[in-house]
């Protein structure tokens, strides 16, 4: 049976949203950071969420700006600091949400707070999908995340725990961590596939519109500890799950390999292949079925000024911008240009 969180799509934004408002009374501009990027996401949260995000960062600016006149070190990580400063350079007020428009068959979503963000591991270049789990690197067991976590507890056997995504791109944006305490790296393994692809056709009915993504190490991988990202509630699916390209049926070509699965054990195969070929992929897990996108290691090719890191989002057919002019100029074609980049 599935944790009262998971039982359906109202439990689960009303556990989301109780669980940002109490993230604003923390003294921390990493947790406002987290909550205002939720915010403007999602117009529901941000009809919520408006009033007490626009009190406490009043609060917040004041502080650091007195901490600052004063000559004082404020006290915030040096991440989070920046991102606070830039933000009160744009002004909380000139703060544009979340849009999205098309061009041709690709999804483009202009988010303005994630150009405030600092670089993470997934613009360095690597060049194997394994590397031994890290205690001394970011992971999901640190201490100051604790915070930040939306639930924890078994979840169809297994203990599980599921925490904010800091800079959304998806819907009801989250991360789940598999057995966090047994400190896994973010290796794939038959095991969590096998429960993964449950635990998705279980969430499939209660939470509609939703979906795993999975970037493996070399893939967009930020954080070295094995997790998904879960989104819900998400009205329309993915560019690669439209009919019309060749991995469903079409006759379309998608611009980089990409296997669709309905056989849990199948699909298992052909990850393990890329394994023995140390080849980079990104994977999206849906109720009862399995796209696989396989692609080159990320500091291998030269991407385009507009294109940040390229994860499981962007390789099926999402891609998000902080800069509003690409966001209006981008075209068809110079999309799929920087896809085939990828091509392995």
């Known amino acids: 049976m599935l944790p009262d969180l998971f039982q359906d799509e109202h439990h689960y934004r009303q556990a989301f949203a109780?669980?940002?408002?109490?993230?604003?009374?923390?003294?921390?501009?990493?947790?406002?950071?987290?909550?205002?990027?939720?915010?403007?996401?999602?117009?529901?949260?941000?009809?919520?969420?408006?009033?007490?995000?626009?009190?406490?960062?009043?609060?917040?600016?004041?502080?650091?700006?007195?901490?600052?006149?004063?000559g004082r070190n404020p006290d915030h990580p040096a991440d989070d600091l920046l991102v606070f400063l830039k933000l009160m350079a744009v002004?909380?007020?000139?703060?544009?949400?979340?849009?999205?428009?098309?061009?041709?068959?690709?999804?483009?979503?202009?988010?303005?707070?994630?150009?405030?963000?600092?670089?993470?591991?997934s613009g360095?270049?690597?060049?194997?999908?394994?590397?031994?789990?890290?205690?001394k690197a970011f992971q999901f067991n640190k201490p100051f995340l604790?915070?930040?976590?939306?639930?924890?507890?078994?979840?169809?056997?297994?203990?599980?725990?599921?925490?904010?995504?800091?800079?959304?791109?998806?819907?009801l944006h989250g991360l789940l961590v598999i057995e966090p305490e047994e400190r896994h790296p973010q290796y794939l393994g038959k095991f969590t596939h096998d429960y993964l692809w449950r635990l998705m056709e279980a969430l499939g009915k209660p939470l509609p519109g939703c979906g795993f993504g999975y970037n493996a190490r070399g893939a967009c991988s930020s954080v070295n500890h094995?997790?998904?990202?879960?989104?819900?509630?998400?009205?329309t699916g993915y560019p690669v799950e439209d009919p019309g390209w060749s991995h469903n049926g079409g006759d379309q070509p998608w611009p980089l390999p990409c296997r669709r699965f309905g056989d849990a054990n199948e699909a298992w195969h052909f990850i393990e292949d890329l394994h023995r070929q140390n080849r980079a992929y990104n994977l999206l897990y849906r109720p009862g079925r399995?796209?696989?996108?396989?692609?080159?290691?990320?500091?291998?090719?030269?991407?385009?000024?507009?294109?940040?890191?390229?994860?499981?989002?962007?390789?099926?057919?999402?891609?998000?911008?902080?800069?509003?002019?690409?966001?209006?100029?981008?075209?068809?074609?110079?999309?799929?240009?920087?896809?085939e980049k990828l091509y392995p």
């Open 18 to 70: 109780q669980g940002l408002k109490a993230l604003l009374q923390e003294d921390s501009l990493g947790s406002f950071i987290l909550v205002l990027a939720n915010a403007i996401h999602d117009p529901a949260l941000r009809e919520v969420l408006h009033p007490a995000v626009k009190t406490r960062y009043g609060q917040l600016a004041e502080d650091l700006q007195q901490s600052l006149t004063r």
């Open 91 to 121: 002004g909380l007020e000139n703060l544009q949400s979340t849009r999205s428009r098309q061009a041709g068959p690709w999804e483009l979503q202009y988010n303005h707070l994630r150009a405030f963000r600092p670089a993470r591991m």
């Open 124 to 135: 360095e270049t690597v060049t194997t999908l394994h590397a031994p789990f890290d205690e």
């Open 146 to 171: 604790r915070k930040e976590i939306i639930w924890e507890g078994e979840l169809m056997g297994h203990d599980c725990r599921l925490l904010y995504n800091k800079f959304p791109f998806a819907p």
């Open 226 to 235: 094995q997790h998904v990202q879960l989104y819900a509630g998400r009205e």
């Open 290 to 339: 399995l796209y696989v996108i396989s692609r080159a290691m990320q500091g291998s090719y030269t991407p385009a000024a507009w294109a940040g890191g390229f994860g499981w989002a962007e390789t099926v057919g999402a891609i998000t911008l902080s800069n509003a002019r690409d966001y209006h100029s981008l075209t068809e074609d110079q999309i799929r240009t920087e896809l």
